[in-house]
């Protein structure tokens, strides 16, 4: 207990102490996971809402795919990104394995589905008379894409929202395709996992602090959006 | 122009229109003139929104032809948004868009490319026709439902159409805005020209508002009204062939007597009202007491329990001249050609 006691005092400490190697690894791990949101919602979004409004050929076991790769391990993604960043795979000459972009890539891989399934099931919970209504007033293609965006946009925000909270809770990929190198590709997670494991647990616990922070504001955000919706 | 010189604004020729494989509707021809009034009487499932869906080009007649000003609707998308957009439609529950109820009047504009500079003037104008001045801010969502289907009115006069579609626009609408709502349709119709075409299964309402009324009944426009509408079989006799309500026989003509219907109808304008009975070629006559009196301005309607519930329509004057109210015992009477198969 005294031991859990002194890490949580050391934990505190150097939260308020600023501890800049701390602040570095929260500030990096937020730009990592929110570029890869940002990439992520740009083509999940799309792909989702194609998905979603369009009947075509293959759709229902594009969307079987789609559902089975939001429960993708994270580590398989790391072994398969892997498999083409390192030296001597296709993607090699690119020189991207233990980069800041490489745990990008695995993050945004991550999101992706994520963000593409819950925008398939927010355009398809928009009321049928919405687009009715819009088509009756003489909404062309782009404005009848833009309208049922717009009156999903709260499920498309919480979408986002779940997204990111995938890509800054992940610790598979982003140790295998990082490196966790110290101030360059080290984040909340794989920090954690290093620190716990060098016995530096007060370290890790100020970490942990910061990342329940993170998950928290996402939830109460996504909360918040959830009822603004309806 | 037809043969009288009224413009045809829209026209269907030939229409019909199957769901899974259903026969939904029946159109032989149906033409819209300019600045009337049209009101689609019918019960659930008649038909009736199919039928502005289609007139209204938000769905695609299984066969026929639609003529909008002479000209026919092709199948390309471009020319039948162009089309489109000078129609409007509401819908019996109206939508409202996740915005402001000014975000809502102006979605027509917007689909046609008005700049937000000149919307502001043409919302304020069409909030204004519906009553709903000073409402541009807030929320559509808190709107209560008569107060939707007003901004629903609004959003689609905004466009300034040729032709309003409204798709049963009192039926989600508690009784204060029903009244509010049939003068703005009229007035909607008297001030800007605006063709319109409602539905309603409130037939009253179809004639207190409407120029010309269709019956529609299973997708199928019927030579009379939906009252006096009775299921039955037709059976022959010495006499002649009649329709067994199961309550009470009804003569009708002999053309009809090989006839599969299991339907009739009868016009409450063909049916006479007497204290007495009298001698006529009339061959239905029934006695029966007034059960209720509707004042329709000018007219009454009298709803009559005869075996089979009649509503019967005169004038006040002769309502007046015979004495007449709730409990009166009546004889209605009325030819076997005024009796309609379905």
Redesign the interface.
């Known amino acids: 207990m005294e031991y859990l006691i002194e890490a949580f005092g050391d934990s505190i400490e150097l939260i308020f102490s600023f501890d800049r190697e701390i602040y570095g690894i929260v500030g990096r791990s937020l730009v990592f996971s929110l570029t890869a949101t940002f990439l992520a919602a740009l083509f999940g979004v799309p792909i989702g809402f194609l998905v979603g409004t369009k009947r075509f050929r293959g759709r229902s076991g594009l969307l079987t795919v789609m559902n089975t790769l939001m429960a993708l391990p994270t580590v398989v993604v790391g072994l398969l990104a892997y498999g083409f960043f390192s030296r001597r795979a296709p993607l090699g000459f690119l020189d991207l394995l233990f980069s800041p972009t490489a745990v990008i890539i695995g993050e945004f891989i991550l999101s992706l589905p994520i963000i593409a399934n819950l925008t398939v099931s927010a355009v398809q919970a928009v009321?049928s008379?919405?687009i009715?209504?819009?088509?009756?007033?003489?909404?062309?293609r782009a404005?009848m894409t833009w309208?049922i965006l717009?009156?999903a946009?709260f499920s498309l925000l919480a979408a986002i929202i779940a997204g990111f909270g995938r890509a800054v809770s992940e610790v598979g990929s982003a140790m295998m395709l990082g490196g966790n190198i110290r101030f360059y590709t080290r984040t909340m997670t794989t920090a954690i996992a290093l620190e716990t494991s060098k016995g530096e647990f007060g370290f890790g616990l100020a970490l942990g602090f910061f990342l329940l922070l993170v998950v928290f504001s996402i939830n109460i955000l996504f909360h918040f959006l959830q009822v603004r919706g309806r | 122009m037809n043969e009288i010189g009224e413009m045809v604004q829209l026209e269907l020729r030939n229409v019909t229109h199957r769901y899974n494989g259903k026969m939904v509707l029946d159109i032989p021809h149906l033409s819209i003139q300019r600045g009337k009034i049209y009101g689609v009487v019918g019960p659930n499932g008649s038909g009736k929104t199919t039928l502005l869906s289609i007139m209204n080009l938000l769905i695609r007649p299984t066969r026929g032809q639609l003529f909008f000003e002479g000209k026919p609707i092709h199948n390309e998308d471009d020319s039948r948004l162009e089309i489109q957009r000078s129609m409007a439609m509401t819908l019996q529950t109206p939508y409202l868009f996740n915005t402001t109820v000014e975000g809502n009047v102006a979605y027509g504009l917007r689909a046609r490319g008005i700049p937000r500079r000149n919307r502001a003037a043409v919302i304020e104008d069409a909030l204004h026709q519906v009553g709903l001045r000073g409402l541009t801010n807030r929320r559509a969502r808190e709107l209560s439902g008569g107060e939707a289907q007003l901004v629903a009115i609004a959003r689609a006069l905004a466009v300034d159409p040729k032709i309003l579609f409204l798709d049963e626009p009192t039926a989600n609408v508690d009784l204060r805005h029903i009244g509010q709502l049939e003068e703005i349709v009229s007035a909607i119709n008297a001030d800007r020209g605006t063709t319109i075409v409602l539905t309603t299964h409130n037939l009253p309402q179809a004639y207190r508002l409407a120029h010309h009324v269709f019956p529609l009944f299973e997708g199928r426009m019927v030579p009379s009204t939906m009252h006096n509408l009775f299921g039955g079989t037709i059976k022959a006799s010495a006499d002649g062939p009649y329709f067994d309500t199961g309550k009470i026989q009804i003569w009708i003509p002999q053309e009809f007597s090989s006839s599969p219907s299991n339907y009739i109808s009868v016009n409450p304008e063909d049916i006479i009202v007497s204290k007495e009975p009298f001698a006529s070629s009339a061959r239905n006559r029934y006695e029966g007491t007034i059960t209720q009196v509707v004042d329709q301005k000018g007219r009454v309607d009298l709803v009559v329990n005869a075996g089979e519930t009649f509503r019967v329509q005169i004038t006040e004057h002769s309502f007046r001249r015979m004495g007449l109210n709730v409990g009166s015992r009546i004889y209605v009477t009325f030819k076997a050609t005024s009796v309609h198969l379905l």
Not at chain 1, 132 to 140: C, D, H, N, V, Y
């Open positions: 009321d008379r919405a009715l209504t819009a088509k009756s007033l003489g909404a062309g404005l309208t717009m009156e946009r």
